[in-house]
């Protein structure tokens, strides 16, 4: 079967044209992420306050350990957050899991991941500034934030959690 001259030369046109469009869509689509703003990533600043519902932080130096359910890296860091309730000097400094969610249900995971806080705080990420999970701040007297620590922690970091939050006292 002969494709007649006419018919080529339609098909052609259409490959090209269909070309041109993807072309001109693949370019379009690069330039504009380039001259999109980058979404910031939130995280809290050292020196900045942080406030959360019903927390005062005149009672000394406070781990906030932000928190989110099913996040893998805060459950394979639970035997961390385990020890450093343990290293702690009585009940300082205090540890807090801040965690969205019902906190019934969040004590309950929290539990099953053998994570031991002394307060549970229910609050969105965006409500502490915090982009990933799990996020610890250390908290002064007055609510600043002294030290931020992001993501699964190497041991050099846990390490220097650990003695940064003993030091604290």
């Not at 702690?88 to 801040?98: E, H």
Request: glycine share 6%.
């Amino acid at each position: 079967m002969r494709i007649s001259d006419k018919t080529r030369r339609f098909l052609e046109i259409s490959a090209n044209v269909a070309i041109l469009i993807v072309a001109i869509i693949v370019i379009r689509n690069f330039i504009w992420s380039r001259w999109q703003p980058k979404q910031q990533l939130r995280r809290p600043i050292v020196g900045t306050k942080v406030s959360l519902p019903g927390i005062k932080w005149d009672d000394g130096t406070t781990l906030v350990l932000v928190l989110q359910k099913g996040c893998r890296y805060c459950e394979e860091s639970s035997a961390f957050y385990r020890r450093l309730h343990d290293q702690r000097s009585g009940s300082q400094p205090r540890m807090l899991a801040a965690v969205p969610g019902d906190k019934t249900e969040i004590a309950r995971y929290l539990s099953e991941h053998g994570v031991v806080v002394d307060d549970i705080i229910n609050a969105s990420l965006s409500d502490i500034n915090v982009s990933f999970t799990p996020t610890l701040l250390l908290v002064d007297r007055s609510g600043k934030v002294n030290a931020v620590w992001v993501g699964k922690l190497d041991a050099r970091k846990e390490t220097e959690v650990a003695q940064r939050i003993l030091d604290s006292r």
